[in-house]
């Protein structure tokens, strides 16, 4: 049985991955920092650490994507199905 649906294969790619993953990571920082913040100045200024990651992720990102490692780059090759 085929599926009817076709993949269109977007976010599958080096570059979509790595960008998630720094902006992900910038979000948990911002968070945890968030709720300890009650604690000490500290947590305070590691909330805008990770506030900071988050474009620089999404920066990462398209840079890869520009330098052939998105969907249709030519330093991507998806795997077959």
Same mark, same amino acid.
């Given at each position: 049985?085929?599926? =009817? ?7 599958? $790619?080096?570059?979509?991955? #790595?960008? !998630? ?9 911002? #968070? ?8 000490? =100045? ?11 990651? !988050? =474009? ?20 991507? $090759?998806?795997?077959?199905?």
């Amino acid at each position: 049985m085929t599926n =009817p649906i076709a993949d269109p294969g977007h976010g599958h $790619s080096p570059a979509a991955w #790595t960008g !998630v993953i720094i902006m992900l990571a910038g979000f948990t920082i911002g #968070t945890v920092a968030f709720c300890l913040a009650e604690f000490s =100045p500290v947590w305070v200024a590691l909330i805008w650490v990770g506030a900071a990651i !988050v =474009p620089i992720g999404a920066l990462v990102g398209w840079l890869l994507a520009r330098a052939g490692y998105g969907v249709k780059g030519p330093k991507y $090759s998806p795997k077959a199905h």
